[in-house]
């Protein structure tokens, strides 16, 4: 069983939006802290953005003020919401777990993984 399972990804228009979701299949993430990195082609993979467990979220510069992630411990959900979407976000997009309730914007501080989901935004 696939600990998280990432949907939503697609193919968008520069401009357009798309909204990601990230279900924990086993585990609940109350208590836990979550992210969002995306990897390009041919790039490593970096952040995105992430969610305490709390009300904590911190993004990276360069999608500040366009993406918007939101919890639903019930649901074991991570939403990550993108608005007006550019070619440069184009990228598999990974949510992940760490054992700590707080935000952590390395690769190394989660510990487990989702398998992605491609973004293409066409120009």
């Known amino acids: 069983q696939v600990p998280l399972v990432e949907s939503g990804g697609g193919l968008v228009q520069t401009g357009g939006s798309l909204k990601l979701s990230c279900v924990a299949s086993?585990?609940?993430?109350?208590?836990?802290?979550m992210g969002w990195f995306r990897q390009a082609p041919g790039k490593e993979r970096v952040f995105v953005g992430c969610?305490?467990?709390?009300?904590?979220?911190y993004y990276s510069d360069a999608v500040k003020g366009r993406f918007t992630i939101s919890r639903d411990n019930a649901q074991k959900t991570l939403s990550l919401q993108m608005d007006n979407l550019k070619p440069e976000d184009t990228a598999i997009y990974f949510c992940?777990?760490?054992?700590?309730?707080?935000?952590?914007?390395?690769?190394?501080?989660?510990?487990?993984w989702g398998q992605g989901t491609q973004v293409t935004v066409s120009s």
């Open positions: 086993a585990r609940t993430i109350k208590g836990v802290g």
């Open positions: 992940a777990t760490r054992s700590w309730p707080s935000c952590a914007r390395e690769e190394d501080d989660y510990d487990i």
């Open positions: 969610h305490s467990d709390g009300i904590i979220t």
